[in-house]
C-alpha cells in the first residue's frame, strides 16, 4: 500500500549526498522490486519528484490516482530508458524522432501515436490515442528504469493541483501518511516539469512550456513550432497532457503575481532587483529561477504571512514556463 511510510533508511535514501555506491544500489535494488510488485515509489527526476508506478499494471496506475487525488481524464507521461524502449509504445515519425535524439535523455515529453499493442494500462492515456514519453536524464532513475525492467508512469509525487515537489521533503509533506518509498536524490536540477510537445505529422506543438524552450525546439527542427494560447482546456476538448488545467501548482494561500509591493500580510517571492522575502533570482538568472521556483512556493505556503506575492518574471526563454505555472498556481 502507498500509505505504508515505507521509507528507506537515510544511508539509502540520501543518493548524491555522499553514500556509498552500495548503498545507492542497494535503495534502486529495493524501489525496483517494489515497483514491480505493484507499490507506488517516489522517485527523483531532473524536473520534479515523480510518483512512480508501473504503466503497465492496472491497479498500480489507479493507485497513483488515489494517493494523489487526480481527475482520471488527465493522463500520466510514461518514462523509458531510450529511444528504443519509446517506440514500443509510441509512433514516432520522423519529426519525433528528431526531438528524440536532440533533447533525450531531458526535460522534454513528446506526445505521439501509441502503437498498436501498447502494453500500457488504459487509465494512462485517459482513453486518448497518443501517449506521452520521456526519456529522463537523472542518473538514479535512469539507473532504476534499468534495474527494474519497467516503463514507468510518474506524475508529480504531490497531491493534485499542488505544488510540485522539488526535494524528497516536499513528498512527505505534500503526500503525508500516503506519501511511498522516497529515492532522494537531492534537489532537482530544472526545477519545473518538463516541456511537452505533441507531435501530429509534419507539425510540433507545445502542450506545456518547460525547460526546453520554444526557441531551442525550432533551433534543432529547423522550423517553427506552434504553442498551445489556452489557460485551460474547456468544454468537450480533452486534456491531451498534464499541465493544461487552468487551476494547477497551486498552494493553499491566494496568489498574487507581478507584484512589485506588498502589503504586510503578503509573503513576497522576488525576481532580480526585487528581493522580497525569498528571491528566485538576484541576478535575474531564469534558469536559476526556475530551478527554484517550486521551493519558493513551499516556503511561502508554510509562512505565517496569509498570501503570496509574486515579482514580475519576464516572459522569455524558461521564463515562459515560469509564467505558466505561476498563472496556474493564481488561478
Not at 523509458?80 to 528524440?100: I, T
Not at 525492467?149 to 505534500?174: E, Q, W, Y
Request: proline residues 7%.
Amino acid at each position: 500500500m502507498s500509505g505504508s511510510n515505507d521509507h528507506i533508511d537515510d544511508s539509502a535514501r540520501r543518493y548524491g549526498n555522499d553514500v556509498t555506491g552500495e548503498a545507492k544500489a542497494a535503495a534502486i535494488a529495493a524501489a525496483a522490486r517494489r515497483l514491480q510488485s505493484g507499490k507506488l515509489v517516489a522517485v527523483p527526476t531532473e524536473t520534479v519528484y515523480g510518483l512512480a508506478a508501473d504503466s503497465t499494471n492496472a491497479d498500480a496506475i489507479a493507485n497513483i490516482y488515489r494517493t494523489k487525488g487526480r481527475p482520471d481524464f488527465n493522463p500520466l507521461i510514461v518514462h523509458v530508458p531510450h529511444l528504443v524502449a519509446a517506440r514500443k509504445l509510441g509512433v514516432f515519425n520522423q519529426l519525433a524522432a528528431r526531438l528524440a535524439e536532440c533533447f533525450w535523455p531531458g526535460p522534454l515529453t513528446i506526445v505521439v501515436p501509441k502503437t498498436p499493442d501498447c502494453p500500457v494500462a488504459p487509465a494512462v492515456t485517459a482513453g486518448l490515442d497518443s501517449i506521452a514519453l520521456r526519456c529522463p536524464a537523472h542518473l538514479l532513475m535512469q539507473e532504476l528504469l534499468k534495474v527494474s525492467g519497467l516503463f514507468l508512469a510518474a506524475p508529480s509525487a504531490n497531491k493534485s493541483g499542488g505544488i510540485s515537489p522539488t526535494i524528497a521533503a516536499h513528498v512527505t509533506r505534500s503526500l503525508g501518511n500516503d506519501a511511498p518509498m522516497i529515492l532522494d536524490g537531492g534537489p532537482c536540477h530544472n526545477g519545473v516539469e518538463s516541456t511537452i510537445v505533441a507531435v501530429r505529422g509534419n507539425v510540433c506543438q507545445i502542450l506545456r512550456p518547460g525547460p526546453v524552450t520554444r526557441e531551442e525546439l525550432e533551433t534543432a527542427l529547423g522550423k517553427a513550432v506552434v504553442i498551445t494560447d489556452s489557460k485551460n482546456v474547456a468544454g468537450d476538448k480533452k486534456i491531451e497532457s498534464p499541465g493544461q488545467l487552468s487551476s494547477h501548482y497551486a498552494p493553499a494561500k491566494p496568489v498574487r503575481l507581478n507584484a512589485v509591493n506588498v502589503a504586510t500580510h503578503e509573503y513576497h517571492i522576488g525576481f532580480g532587483t526585487i528581493n522580497g522575502h525569498y528571491n528566485l533570482s538576484a541576478d535575474s538568472d531564469l534558469a536559476e529561477a526556475a530551478s527554484r521556483l517550486f521551493a519558493a512556493m513551499h516556503l511561502a505556503d508554510n509562512s505565517s504571512l496569509s498570501c503570496i506575492a509574486v515579482a514580475p518574471v519576464p516572459d522569455k526563454g524558461i521564463g515562459t514556463a515560469i509564467n505558466d505555472r505561476l498563472t496556474r498556481a493564481a488561478s
